[in-house]
């Protein structure tokens, strides 16, 4: 069982939503929004986002307010305090003036989230009571609570295993109650979380009936920001506002942050502690991958101990990421080895991780294990002795094994002499290490405390990829999926970029992955790769590359908030689906309101697909600038081929894109077969995908009926346009949105908007100098303007003006307006005084992934 409760509220929640939502969505495009003011219950004006979604304002729906005060009366968690989490850093205390505070036990966390929940939400205390109150929240175990005991009956939670939950409501001994209860003091938090959820967004009482249970064991973040900053408050990128890094956890800060290094706890760490127990998320690597062996000396230990102790009563354990050369560094001295004594075979080799891990155990003894980027990208490992990545990632699991943690070894690997086409060199690596037969008989050398960590798709995290080849390949090895929420390459902390429908796309993609005897199986997509389902792998893993930061709201960029989250549902439960799970953090996030609820969302769940339309359309790579991975350099070429933009778009006077079929690259035959011939043959490839797999003519008729050449162009201008129709939808909410966070997003909306016509701009210039065609004038919104009774067409949609030459005498007044597709809206927004002169006209509508809108400037000249 798994989330059906859950599910089932949320599609009939959906199913509401979805009535309305087409209505609204024209509503907002179209200019007309409900003109009532800021209500009781808004946020205050300058509120920052750092509560990211745990915030608890007091319902404004009188009557829903009423009947949650009379259901809701105490707070009772029997033995709160009994089962305290292990603490290693004596006199752990919180940097001076924090709002947070520290719990010694997962109970205590529960208690004080609805003490404060339940508080703001009910606007007034609700007190934390003993015995069998009316009308109580009752949390805990059938081992911390005997009211538990009593009103759960054992065989209600013997399937909810260790992290999952139930929660009911109840009435018994005339005595009316909601149960929160699960098999573990962390599964009775992540309850209460789940039921806070509901009544952040409003959901009635009655009938009260939940249950969930994760799909996937391991929920981890990995922590890149110590290195890359995409979320911290340090849009300079020079590093360091007031001596900090823009990084979440300080560690190292000088100036006048140094005071506030680990071991002081500050409140965002907390934060996001409550944050990541309050989707369940159970583990964090926190350091980059390219692995600073300082993570792993004794002073940082130190630091980390006390990290642990504080995330831990919210059940998040620690990991780091290492190098697998750190025994060479000098740190270390005088417990170094040399570069030959890296061999993953050697007692020396494992016996200094075995050292390694243990001291890290005796600080955190629920230390997870180790996250291992080797031979990728310049970073040392097993190959630089003549070993593969099954001795080394085996040489690492053996020497933690005994100490019970894993190693979680990365497949993004690409080393040039494996093949010329990047993409297949993982599976090249991997595959046959997976299928070796072992000297047991068994198959696959990989260690069972091992899990081959890969990214969704092939590349690199790009806004489109297929789905990695490796997702149900490695049947015989564990294997954890790694997502990124961090954007790196999907607009940093600038662009309204929502990931929930990218991350839907893969893991409810169909790996069409057959059995031994070529037959399909039952459950094959990429979700179920990834629980174990599909091949019988009773560990399961998912990773996400997080976005915290140290700016006030923790992302950057308030709608990054959403990603985190929208990670975390999905983690727990990867069949959710991306819309949903939007609209419960703009519930969570912004607001109840209809219409405010409606909009966000449209705006949400464009976004994503439109970034792919004005970055990287119709499945062409990867065309960042090599320097920050933000904007575009369609022409670049650098040293290494597999870096460069120019080897991924391959643009030449015939076409664009990279031939993997097996008459190109054969990158398609790592596919299972009825993806492989998919994929291979141009007439059957996803269009989304075309580019991706095939080097495709400029003149190729698309499935619009437009040559490729043709809808090309219009891709990255209709991406645009849906950014242009973004900044308009947020400009709608002015009134009910509270001031500092509408001001924030707006001025981001404002240069996303400019940033997405520079991709626009510079890669259509670039190809056209191989296609040598026209930009195409006649695409979705295009127009014709009547003025002095000449109808004049011919617009470029992608450009910021057009000059119209009017003949002397003709009056600089536009009398119609006639738009190439008819259901598109027109607007007059302002015309000409005179010659030379200046007119707008404002044309909406809807394109396949949401609404679009351009605003045509005419310059009227004689
Ligand atoms: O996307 C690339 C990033 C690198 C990163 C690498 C990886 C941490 O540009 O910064 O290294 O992926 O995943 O290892």
Redesign the pocket.
């Known amino acids: 069982m798994s989330s059906s409760d859950e599910n089932e509220q949320s599609r009939l929640r959906r199913r509401s939503f979805l009535i309305g939502s087409g209505a609204a969505v024209a509503t907002s495009v179209f200019g007309a929004v409900p003109a009532r003011a800021t209500s009781p219950g808004a946020f205050p004006a300058d509120y920052d986002g750092s509560d990211l979604w745990l915030r608890y304002e007091q319902v404004a729906d009188p009557g829903l307010l009423a009947r949650y005060r009379a259901a809701l009366g105490a707070i009772v968690v029997e033995n709160a305090g009994r089962t305290k989490v292990h603490r290693h850093t004596a006199n752990l205390s919180m940097a001076p003036g924090s709002r947070e505070h520290l719990v010694e036990s997962t109970l205590e966390a529960a208690r004080d989230e609805l003490v404060r929940g339940l508080g703001g939400l009910l606007g007034r205390p609700v007190p934390v009571q003993g015995g069998f109150p009316d009308r109580a929240v009752i949390v805990g175990t059938p081992d911390s609570s005997p009211l538990v005991r009593m009103l759960v009956p054992a065989r209600d939670l013997a399937p909810l295993g260790d992290d999952g939950y139930l929660v009911r409501a109840l009435s018994r001994g005339g005595h009316r109650s909601i149960v929160i209860a699960g098999n573990t003091d962390l599964a009775a938090l992540y309850g209460t979380f789940a039921f806070l959820r509901r009544l952040q967004a409003q959901q009635p009482l009655t009938d009260l009936k939940l249950s969930s249970v994760p799909r996937i064991n391991h929920r981890y973040l990995n922590y ?1 920001e110590t ?2 900053l995409y979320a911290g408050n340090n849009p300079a990128g020079t590093g360091g506002l007031d001596g900090e890094n823009g990084a979440i956890f300080d560690f190292t800060a000088t100036g006048a942050s140094a005071a506030l290094n680990l071991p002081v706890i500050l409140d965002r760490y907390l934060v996001a502690a409550r944050a990541m127990a309050s989707v369940g998320i159970n583990g964090i690597t926190i350091n ?3 692995a600073n062996s300082f993570y792993v000396t004794p002073a940082a230990i130190e630091q980390e101990a006390a990290l642990a102790d504080a995330l831990r009563p919210y059940g998040i354990k620690l990991a780091v990421s290492i190098n697998y050369a750190a025994p060479t560094d000098a740190r270390f001295a005088p417990d170094t080895l040399t570069r030959e004594e890296l061999d993953p075979y050697s007692a020396k080799f494992r016996d200094w991780w075995t050292r390694r891990a243990r001291q890290l155990q005796a600080a955190i003894p629920d230390f997870l294990g180790f996250t291992v ?1 080797a031979n ?2 310049g ?1 040392p490992g097993p190959q630089d002795l003549g070993y593969d990545h099954g001795d080394g990632a085996n040489g690492m699991a053996a020497a933690v094994a005994p100490l019970g943690m894993r190693i979680f070894w ?1 497949t ?1 690997v690409y080393n040039a002499e494996v093949d010329a086409d990047r993409l297949k060199r993982a599976y090249l690596e991997f595959g046959p290490i997976d299928e070796e037969r072992q000297p047991d008989s068994t198959i696959g050398r990989f260690a069972k405390n091992v899990f081959l960590q890969t ?1 969704n798709g092939p590349l ?2 790009q806004a489109r990829e297929p789905a990695n080849p490796l997702f149900g390949r490695m049947e015989h090895t564990n294997q954890a999926i ?1 997502l ?1 929420i961090t954007q ?2 999907t607009g940093q902390n600038t662009m309204l970029c929502y990931l929930g429908p990218l991350w839907e796309e893969v893991l409810k993609s169909d790996t069409y992955a057959t059995d031994a005897h070529g037959k399909l199986l039952d459950k094959r997509l990429v979700g179920h790769v990834v629980d174990g389902t599909a091949q019988g792998h009773p560990d399961s893993a998912i990773v996400g ?1 997080a976005n915290f930061g140290n700016a006030d709201n923790l992302t950057g960029h308030h709608f990054a908030q959403a990603n985190l989250y929208a990670f975390g549902r999905l983690a727990w439960d990867w069949t959710l689906d991306a819309r949903g799970i939007a609209e419960d953090w703009v519930r969570l996030t912004w607001s109840n309101r209809d219409f405010v609820v409606r909009t966000i969302v449209a705006m949400m769940m464009g976004s994503r697909e439109a970034l792919v339309s004005y970055q990287t359309p119709l499945g062409v790579a990867h065309q960042f600038r090599s320097s920050d ?1 933000y904007g575009p350099n369609p022409a670049e070429r650098l040293a290494r081929d597999d870096w460069s933009p120019v080897y991924y778009n391959k643009a030449d006077t015939a076409g664009l894109g990279y031939d993997r079929s097996p008459t190109g690259s054969g990158f398609t035959a790592q596919y299972f077969p009825v993806l492989a011939a998919r994929y291979a043959d141009i007439d059957t490839v996803p269009e989304n995908l075309l580019m991706w797999f095939h080097h495709v003519p400029w003149d190729r008729r698309l499935r619009s009926g437009r040559i490729f050449w043709d809808e090309l162009v219009y891709r990255y201008q209709t991406g645009v346009h849906y950014v242009s129709w973004l900044r308009r939808a947020w400009d709608s909410l002015e009134r009910h949105v509270d001031a500092r966070r509408f001001a924030e997003v707006k001025a981001k909306l404002a240069a996303h908007e400019a940033d997405a016509g520079t991709w626009r701009d510079t890669c259509v210039g670039y190809w056209q100098q191989f296609s040598g065609r026209a930009i195409p004038t006649d695409g979705p919104l295009s127009i014709k303007i009547v003025v002095g009774g000449r109808a004049i067409g011919g617009f470029d949609a992608g450009a910021a003006s057009s000059t119209v030459p009017l003949a002397a005498g003709t009056p600089a007044r536009i009398t119609k307006v006639i738009p190439s597709d008819p259901s598109v809206r027109c607007e007059v927004l302002s015309q000409a005084d005179g010659v030379p002169g200046r007119a707008v006209v404002r044309v909406t509508g809807m394109s396949f992934f949401g609404p679009i809108l351009k605003d045509y400037v005419f310059e009227f000249t004689r």
């Open positions: 890149w290195e890359r980059n991958v390219n980027k990728s990208e970073q990365r993004f990214k690199d995290y790694e990124q790196e390459y590359v991975h």
